[in-house]
């Protein structure tokens, strides 16, 4: 039996029996014929040839090529998210759902029911290929934790203040910070000025590329009272992002 045409317009093939008597009728490009066929086996249908009056839903076959459409759209839509950070979830069900809606498609391509055998053809090319890009997806979102990881997590790590003065309202803090990480760290380094308790002014101190098991220095100055009895500490330190 021959499958739906890609063309433009109905074609000529065989269809599911509008008169619901057989299990297929042939459609010559124009009309109905008396060409039937159930189980494979081919027949004339008499009544056909009578001219006895038709039931009245009998009309040109339908186009039905809705699922291969679907799974055309789908694939297309998982291609374009699934290599996305966190995204790639929406693409894998949508690869899943394309690709069931192509095999269906084609299936029914090929009992003559239904048409679009090549967006069915595509939908599945494009469902397999996001499958693939789904890896990716998968590695940038790794890698955007690890970075949002390496903002907020600085590993483990030890720091002190060596030097902390007031010279005519200009307060200085000097120390030091030890990665105790076995891998490289970018810090960021938050020093808090006081004065009995009241706290003056913060600064922000970047260090950057401190290798595993070394010590870096930092340095950080506010502008402050002159008469201020200045305490520098260390308020917090988190991971610099790259």
Avoid: K
Avoid at 60 to 73: D, I, K, N, Y
Wanted: aromatic share 12%.
């Amino acid at each position: 039996m021959q499958p739906f045409s890609s063309s433009p317009g109905t074609a000529a093939g065989w269809y599911p029996d509008p008169t619901r008597q057989f299990e297929y009728r042939w459609f010559n490009g124009e009309r109905w014929t008396a060409d039937v066929s159930t189980h494979g086996q081919r027949f004339v249908d008499p009544r056909w040839l009578s001219g006895a009056p038709l039931p009245p839903h009998v009309g040109q076959p339908e186009q039905r090529r809705g699922a291969a459409v679907a799974s055309f759209v789908l694939g297309l839509s998982a291609v374009a998210t699934a290599w996305l950070p966190f995204l790639f979830v929406l693409g894998a069900v949508a690869a899943i759902v394309g690709f069931v809606f192509g095999v269906i498609a084609l299936r029914r391509v090929r009992q003559g029911a239904a048409e679009g055998r090549t967006f069915a053809i595509w939908g599945l090319v494009l469902s397999v290929g996001a499958a693939g890009l789904c890896v990716v997806g998968v590695l940038f979102t790794m890698t955007v934790l690890d970075e949002v990881d390496q903002l907020f997590n600085p590993g483990p790590y030890t720091t002190s203040i060596d030097r902390c003065t007031n010279d005519g309202g200009l307060a200085v803090a000097d120390g030091t910070i030890t990665n105790d990480d076995d891998t490289y760290h970018d810090y960021s380094i938050f020093i808090r000025f006081t004065d009995s308790g009241r706290t003056l002014d913060t600064d922000v101190v970047d260090v950057r590329r401190v290798p595993p098991h070394e010590v870096a220095q930092f340095h950080a100055t506010v502008f402050v009272d002159s008469s201020a009895t200045v305490t520098c500490t260390v308020a917090d330190v988190q991971g610099a992002g790259v």
